[in-house]
């Protein structure tokens, strides 16, 4: 069986659920109090799948501006990015092509990236905010996917995770 060992960047802007998106996939746990990544934080996982084994070491990059300055050099390595933004909140929406556009800067233009629309479970009580076939278009425009999660119920976080992984195998 074949092995494979992927860096693998969540990025997005500050408060979208990146560090909660990793928690529930490594540990399957999920924390209601918010705490700020500084700079980064990484975990490690191992996936099974069909085309292999794949060890992740999986990289959590601070979306603050002010870390801005530090990030080019989290992104050097990476082999795949989850893209984030908060389904409640348009701002991180707006946002995503810059982060797209600074990942692609320091990582390279063909690296795969899944874009995560997070807080899915938010949206019943909050209204629907972006429009989804718009994320759609812009995901597969850019050669990606679109997947909508909630790292607190734990829906399609592990699918997404998966997803980038088998888009980074077939590389």
Known sequence: ?????????????????????L?????????????????????????????????LTIWDIGGQERFKFMRNRFYDGAM?????FDLTRNQTYKEIRKWLEEFRQFAG????FVLIGNKADLVEDIGEIIEKSEA????????????????????????????????????
Request: glycine share 6%.
């Open 109 to 112: 233009n063909n690296i795969p």
């Open 23 to 55: 928690h529930r996939f490594v540990q399957n746990k999920f924390s209601e109090k918010y705490e700020l990544t500084i700079g980064v934080d990484f975990l490690a996982k191992t996936v099974e799948l069909d085309q292999g084994v794949a060890r």
């Open 136 to 171: 759609q278009e812009f995901a597969e425009k850019e050669n990606s996917i679109f997947i909508e999660t909630s790292a607190k119920t734990g829906e399609n976080v592990e699918d997404a995770f998966i997803q980038l992984v088998r888009k980074m195998m077939n590389r």
């Open 1 to 21: 069986m074949a092995e494979y060992v992927f860096k693998l960047v969540l990025i997005g802007a500050a408060a979208v659920g990146k560090t909660s998106l």
């Open 80 to 84: 795949g990015a989850l893209l984030v």
